[in-house]
């Protein structure tokens, strides 16, 4: 366009209702600039119609601000979107996300009647500024974010209810279940982790923090501060807190399995486990346990299904080295309308356990984990066991000996093959003195 052509100021010609259908394709950075050209883009541009959609897009089922009136001024959802931009601007590019996971959790923990679990809950934290250590060993922001969310849950010590978000695992002694930790607890981390980098010690190695602890056992969840070896920053992790080095560092062995590639990763995960009904509820605990569909088998009028759980903090290479440890949760049952002639008991068990590269055990034995459990109309019996593998993945299939308590005819009842797989294993740098002292 030549420099001496006259510009026409398009919009004075167009008339409100079209000028707002095109601000509504406008970002709200440009629409606060566009506020700032004239009067009447100012008045457009704090339309309700403009920025409710907004204040949904970013921040999602927030409230509108309090008017006082009863009629909703034309401007109350530009006035909410500043107050929540005051309060969680940092954060607007992974706010939404975060609390749709939320929101998506809480509703499938009340659909699946676990309010223990959700009264756990904090509401969110009333910490606005970043923390200062956050800026030398920066969080991730999902994870501050949630906070403002979720400040992490209450921890009941001592009590026997085990209702931590990281999910319940109990096989014989081994009980692990880690609840997500508050913004004071993960800041007190990163001050120790503060301290130790201003010695310059260990300034290579993979910094950690954790997010989730369990209070009975010394089983976290950690998350990558930086990226070291096949470990990127965000990663999450289970860890056994007895073979890490004393300090907010982990360096205990060649690597982890991974559990999640971000925060936002596996809250995701959270979700779509809490809304499956194959995940494993005991009680009033969410477990790790995972029943899939097809793991479910019929003998005489007695259902057997089995959940499975991989438990990479005791696959970890100073507990058990080479070996990939999985749980097992088995629930045999009859049906209430089943004839009680059926009733019967379990006396032996038959197993054929088979490795990924074809390796073929068998193992027979009489009852299981100590007991000789009863099945009648309407009753069921659930235990936990595990087995290992020396590879990544592997199968068990088999049957138990039942005889019948009526006419003490003996039959086996078939357990479905189920199949186990590890988490993706990363591996750290090979370890030398050099990385600790880098001076």
């Known amino acids: 366009m030549d420099?001496?052509?006259?510009?026409?100021?398009?919009?004075?010609?167009?008339?409100?209702?079209?000028?707002?259908?095109?601000l509504a394709h406008v970002s709200y950075k440009d629409l606060f600039r566009i506020g700032c050209v004239c009067q009447r883009l100012r008045d457009l541009s704090r339309s309700n119609f403009l920025w409710r959609r907004l204040c949904h897009v970013h921040w999602l089922d927030v409230p509108p601000v309090e008017d006082g009136g009863e009629e909703e001024s034309p401007t109350v959802w530009y006035r909410t979107f500043q107050r929540s931009y005051r309060h969680l601007g940092l954060f607007i590019g992974c706010y939404s996300t975060l609390?749709?996971?939320?929101?998506?959790?809480?509703?499938?923990?009340?659909?699946?009647?676990?309010?223990?679990?959700?009264?756990?809950?904090?509401?969110?934290?009333?910490e606005n500024e970043v923390p200062s250590e956050a800026q030398v060993l920066p969080i991730p922001a999902d994870v501050l974010c949630s906070l403002h969310i979720h400040d992490g849950q209450e921890t009941f010590y001592g009590d026997e209810r085990m209702l931590g978000l990281g999910g319940l695992v109990r096989v014989y002694s081994f009980q692990s279940c880690p609840v997500l930790l508050s913004r004071r607890t993960m800041v007190s981390q990163l001050r120790e982790l503060k301290d130790e980098l201003a010695e310059e010690r260990k300034g290579q190695l993979l910094h950690t923090v954790t997010v989730l602890e369990c209070p009975l056992s010394r089983i976290s969840i950690r998350m990558c501060l930086n990226s070291v070896g096949d470990f990127q920053t965000g990663n999450m992790f289970y860890c056994h807190h007895d073979y890490v080095l004393e300090s907010s560092f982990g360096w205990p062995n060649e690597g982890y399995f991974l559990l999640a590639k971000s925060f936002t990763d596996w809250l995701a995960q959270l979700a779509d486990r809490l809304s499956d009904p194959g995940t494993i509820f005991q009680q009033s605990s969410l477990t790790r346990f995972y029943l899939e569909p097809s793991c479910v088998a019929v003998t005489e009028h007695v259902k057997v299904s089995v959940a499975t759980a991989f438990i990479s903090e005791m696959s970890e290479k100073p507990l058990r080295p080479g070996r990939n440890m999985f749980a097992y949760y088995i629930t045999m049952a009859m049906d209430e309308n089943s004839p009680r002639r059926k009733s019967c008991k379990l006396r032996t068990r038959h197993w054929v356990i088979r490795d990924s590269n074809g390796r073929v055990e068998t193992v027979d034995g009489a009852g299981v984990v100590g007991d000789f459990p009863i099945i009648q109309p309407g009753t069921s019996h659930s235990w936990a066991s595990y087995t290992s593998f020396v590879t990544s993945a592997g199968s068990m299939g088999g049957h138990f000996g039942m005889v019948n308590l009526e006419t003490q005819e003996t039959f086996n009842v078939k357990c479905p093959d189920f199949h186990m797989k590890a988490l993706p294993y990363l591996r750290l740098p090979e370890y030398s003195e050099e990385m600790v002292d880098d001076t």
Request: proline content about 4%; hydrophobic content about 40%; charged content about 30%.
């Open 3 to 22: 420099s001496g052509e006259e510009t026409v100021d398009f919009t004075s010609h167009l008339p409100d209702e079209l000028l707002l259908l095109v």
């Open 99 to 126: 609390k749709g996971h939320w929101n998506r959790i809480e509703a499938a923990l009340k659909e699946r009647g676990a309010v223990d679990i959700l009264e756990t809950l904090r509401g969110p934290t009333q």
